[in-house]
């Protein structure tokens, strides 16, 4: 049933413009997408409430766009070099490539994590750990697999290795001008520096549609403070992330919270908790808060040889901040909210309606306007109000087909107005406002419409 929820949920998304597979001219790029219009609304709402919420609300907190291509020293300071690996092993009957830890996970039922690669290959050789492509148990020994992805520039004078790796997350751009922040703005620990950008990652078995590809969208922060504060301000972040779960769209039942074991947590984090996701494919992780101590500005100090510290003003304390790392993936974001939102409802006449239930202020199409018919008359005053609302609002234009399948057009695409020019507005200048939930209707004067609207879009938060 939840299975079948996801192919629900991918159809539609290609039926009605909101994911489309990569270069699907050519017959697909595995583990690529394509953001459709709609899709493309719904990720900007997504990254508008986050830039909103943290970053332009917020006195504390700065915004930064750093290069994809870094350094390539920057990836063995932060140890992406040495340990960015997933354990992988081949099925020697099919040929399938898996994660160890996921066939281990699927098979033994049992949490792999911390194991070595010699463990992990004594595990994999018990009779019950079968391949899930082709039911045989005929492995390789298990080997690390580095997930960047690395390309070439062209050699330059000064003689630097001409390998370098596309980030495989947005964070240690903020690390490298942690100092540039410092130097030219006034902020003061503790603050923080947000960014949203693009992210690769060669992951050894992609799939679950957008959850887990090899091009993705991050949305982090590093949020630098003194150490004897981290736990007041881990549980504050904690917070603001629930909070950007709840405004999201996402329901408190869906989400749970897991605390990574003290033993299992990376060298460099004192503390991490998932936000964790019921997805239709199970639960698995949404977004990440980490405590990554003093480790990566210290890391980046040590390999540029340029001192990192920072003058406290008021106590005259030098320091190296710790940081706190909330991050939040765009598109494991927006594939919560398509599964949360997706509904089907069996209305009076047997008919099934296929409705996403957005919080309304993030939905791609916020209002859309109809003439009940094509006729000037008609056609002219919705034009003219079209042209006013799209101003203020994300507003559709439509006047093809049937009312009835107007609205379940926008239904499927989660639009929670559709406003309505009919007969009677040429005698009162009053619209048809009819709700995408309660699928009612009310008339309301055009002069009054713009407040509607926003009161509608705001009263569901
Ligand atoms: P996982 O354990 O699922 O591989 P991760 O712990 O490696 O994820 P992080 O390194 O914490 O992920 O990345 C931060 C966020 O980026 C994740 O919480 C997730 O939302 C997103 N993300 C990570 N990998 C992918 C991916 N391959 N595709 C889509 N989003 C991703």
Redesign the pocket.
């Known amino acids: 049933m939840q299975d079948d929820k996801l192919k629900k949920v991918v159809a539609l998304c290609k039926r009605r413009g909101f994911v489309y597979p990569g270069s699907d001219l050519y017959g697909g790029f595995a583990n690529t997408y394509s953001y459709g219009p709609m899709g493309v609304e719904l990720k900007r709402n997504i990254k508008n409430l986050f830039w909103s919420l943290f970053v332009d609300q917020r006195d504390d907190m700065v915004g930064l766009d750093g290069p994809i291509l870094l350094h390539p020293k920057t990836w063995e300071a932060s140890g992406h070099v040495a340990g960015f690996n997933d354990a992988l092993i081949d099925c020697k009957s099919c040929k399938a490539r898996l994660r160890v830890d996921h066939l281990l996970e699927a098979c033994l039922h049992m949490e792999t994590e911390g194991l070595s690669l010699e463990e992990l290959g004594s595990l994999a050789e018990r009779k019950e750990v079968v391949c899930p492509k082709c039911g045989k148990h005929d492995w390789t020994q298990p080997r690390h697999f580095n997930l960047m992805f690395s390309t070439h520039i062209s050699k330059t004078s000064q003689g630097q290795d001409d390998a370098v790796y596309l980030r495989?997350?947005t964070a240690q751009a903020i690390f490298l001008d942690f100092k540039n922040v410092i130097d030219t703005m006034r902020v003061q620990v503790p603050f923080g520096i947000a960014q949203i950008g693009k992210?690769f990652?060669n992951?050894i078995t992609?799939g679950n549609f957008?959850?887990?590809?090899?091009?993705?969208?991050?949305m982090?922060i590093e949020y630098f403070i003194h150490p004897s504060t981290w736990e007041t301000n881990f549980e504050s972040w904690m917070n603001e992330m629930k909070r950007f779960c709840h405004l999201i769209g996402l329901s408190e039942a869906g989400l749970s919270f897991f605390e990574h074991p003290q033993e299992k947590l990376s060298h460099y984090s004192k503390r991490t908790v998932?936000?964790m996701y019921q997805f239709p494919f199970g639960r698995?992780?949404?977004?990440?808060l980490?405590y990554r101590t003093d480790f990566d500005l210290k890391q980046h100090e040590k390999h540029s040889g340029q001192k990192l510290s920072y003058l406290d003003p008021k106590t005259n304390e030098r320091f190296v901040p710790h940081v706190l790392e909330p991050?939040?993936?765009?598109?494991?974001?927006l594939l919560a909210m398509l599964c949360e939102a997706y509904d089907e409802e069996t209305l009076e006449n047997g008919e099934i309606r296929t409705v996403l239930r957005f919080n309304p202020l993030m939905a791609p199409i916020k209002v859309a306007v109809f003439p009940l018919m094509k006729k000037e008359q008609l056609t002219d005053i919705a034009q003219h109000l079209y042209k006013n609302l799209r101003r203020r609002f994300k507003t559709d234009y439509d006047e093809s087909g049937a009312i009835g399948k107007r609205y379940r057009r926008h239904d499927e695409i989660g639009t929670p107005l559709c406003i309505t020019v009919d007969y009677q507005t040429l005698e009162d200048q009053t619209v048809t406002v009819r709700h995408r939930d309660s699928m009612q209707q009310s008339r309301v004067h055009l002069d009054e419409l713009s407040r509607y609207i926003d009161q509608h879009l705001h009263s569901e938060l």
């Open positions: 495989p997350e992210a990652r992951e992609p957008l959850f887990r590809q090899i091009e993705f969208e991050q982090e998932d936000v698995s992780e949404l977004f990440g980490a991050t939040f993936g765009v598109d494991r974001a």
